[in-house]
């Protein structure tokens, strides 16, 4: 017997007539009938940088499902812009990914989606979407949106200097401890950092997910790295939406493809090219959707192993747009192909698409690595059971360090501390009570982290239970677990106290008996929405 689509229930008998009606009332003909229903999740909005190009790329995939023979059906999905809910409310960002993972569910099933592509591009809502696709196991092709080119400026001697997001975020830092811009300076980087449409130019969270969404074989070829505003980025997206409906007709579903194999990859993969630490929180995430156990401990076994090849921003002078003139995805995983486990993708097996890296500079070989080891590193001790570190953007002096405690509940503390000169090279910075629920939401610190770089730190190292933004650079530990509303140990450390850090070795310890210490949560205000986050399971 044939197997049949979810929309094939709707297409004939009498118990369906009210909902042929009301499918005619969106302009459906006698033909489109025959035709497989495809959902189209689209993630724009005119406020997020990456996602205001996206109605533009979403019209070339219902193109290409249209000319493929099926009938596209847009939806809305909700976009946080991490950038800038940092400075207002942050902690509603995480939880959005589940929220959207939520969305497509719930459209999909309620009306009855053949296959559907997702149209995205930041921080949650790729690996919302990739969530989703493993819990629905509809056929489902993946399009992030591309990363916008790095900012870039020419003084009037001709030297050209090169910005991004980041760069603004280490001027607060500067700032703060009293190195004065000029307002001309300041001018320049507010309007040159981010100059237009895609996720903002460097490794950080939202390209690290396009990334492994490619290696995963959700996406297209080159899909990772291929520019917003890029001819290739709109032909992909036709592409895109034809492949969704070809996925449909052979039946052909995310579960057929992405196994255990593909995420073995997908985590060797980041941490060749030394992506965002989030990545540690997604694709555990992700994988249980798929009914796959991800452990932390495959991110730090094959972090010792696979070598870091690429140093893109923050981690080093390179750019998306490098990457992608280099050959992008696959041609990391070019460097990577005798290691990959066998898995298939969108477009095949994952060996089909690679390509050799243009510039062994941006794509180093394995046998010239940047460094030995991966990108992260999980470290452990009596301040945590598990913590997680970009030992990748960690200079050599940083990896072994011991330094005195400074403790701080909030972000705006620590800021005033560096304002007022109390921060000093060596201290160890803790910033407690900002996990799942202790803040609740597990906001980013990049606030924070790009400060103490932008205030000019050579030895200052930050802890967290609450976690890094991708654009994260130096000696910054976070996802500390237990956190510390939990009653982990972070909670109990106070002002003095010393603590040891030790990358190579992955330990991370408090020298002193802080057992029997009590600890004292803040009192923070919350919505009834961040009230609803602290008492789920």
């Not at 591309?146 to 975020?169: H, N, R």
């Not at 603590?499 to 210490?517: F, G, H, Q, T, W």
Request: aromatic letters at 4%; glycine letters at 10%.
């Amino acid at each position: 017997m044939e197997k049949m689509n979810p929309s094939d229930v709707l297409k004939n008998g009498i118990e369906t007539l009210p909902h042929r009606s009301l499918l005619r009332a969106t302009g459906m003909k006698d033909e489109d009938f025959k035709k497989p229903f495809i959902g189209v999740a689209n993630s724009y909005t005119n406020i997020v940088p990456g996602h205001i190009h996206l109605n533009k790329l979403t019209n070339e995939v219902k193109k290409g499902i249209r000319d493929a023979g099926g009938v596209p059906f847009e939806w809305g999905v909700p976009a946080v812009c991490d950038g800038m809910a940092m400075h207002v409310e942050m902690r509603l960002s995480l939880p959005s990914r589940n929220h959207i993972a939520d969305n497509i569910e719930i459209m999909a099933l309620s009306h009855s989606i053949d296959g559907w592509v997702g149209v995205t591009n930041c921080d949650k809502i790729t690996p919302g979407m990739l969530m989703a696709s493993g819990r629905l196991n509809l056929p489902a092709v993946i399009l992030t949106g591309g990363p916008m080119k790095a900012g870039k400026s020419v003084s009037s001697d001709g030297i050209e200097k090169t910005y991004d997001l980041i760069s603004c975020f280490e001027e607060v830092g500067r700032n703060k401890s009293g190195q004065q811009s000029t307002a001309k300076e300041l001018d320049t980087l507010e309007k040159c950092s981010c100059p237009g449409e895609g996720s903002c130019a460097g490794l950080f969270t939202a390209n690290s997910m396009a990334c492994m969404t490619e290696v995963l074989g959700l996406s297209l070829p080159g899909c990772a790295t291929a520019l917003a505003d890029s001819e290739l980025k709109t032909k992909q997206a036709y592409e895109t939406g034809r492949k969704i409906v070809k996925l449909v007709k052979k039946g052909i579903r995310p579960r057929d493809m992405v196994t255990e194999g593909s995420f073995h990859n997908a985590v060797m993969a980041d941490l060749a090219i030394g992506g965002s630490t989030n990545t540690v929180l997604h694709l555990p995430a992700i994988a249980k959707e798929f009914n796959i156990d991800l452990k932390l401990q495959l991110f730090d076994q094959l972090s010792k192993t696979t070598p870091n090849i690429c140093k893109i921003r923050p981690s080093g002078p390179y750019y998306m747009e490098d990457l992608d003139k280099s050959g992008g995805v696959q041609a990391v995983l070019f460097r990577l192909q005798q290691r990959l486990l066998p898995a298939k993708t969108v477009y095949g097996d994952i060996q089909d698409a690679l390509s050799k890296p243009l510039d062994d500079n941006v794509i180093r070989p394995l046998d010239d690595p940047y460094s030995e080891q991966g990108g992260i590193a999980i470290l452990r001790g009596n301040i945590a059971d598990r913590s997680v570190i970009k030992q990748s953007a960690v200079s050599s002096e940083m990896m072994y360090h011991k330094g005195s405690a400074l403790v701080f509940n909030t972000e705006k503390d620590l800021l005033s501390a560096i304002e007022n000169q109390i921060v000093k090279e060596g201290n160890v910075i803790v910033l407690n009570y900002l996990g799942w629920k202790g803040a609740p939401g597990m906001p980013e610190m990049l606030t924070p982290t790009a400060a103490i770089m932008g205030a000019g730190f050579k030895r200052v190292a930050l802890i967290t239970d609450g976690r890094f933004s991708g654009g994260t650079r130096g000696p910054c530990i976070g996802h500390i677990e237990p956190e510390a509303y939990m009653g982990g140990p972070i909670g109990k450390i106070i002002d003095g106290d010393i603590i040891e850090i030790d990358v190579p070795n992955r330990k991370l310890n408090v020298l002193s008996d802080i057992k029997n210490r009590p600890s004292n949560p803040p009192d923070r205000k919350m919505s009834p929405i961040l009230r609803r986050i602290r008492d789920r399971e």
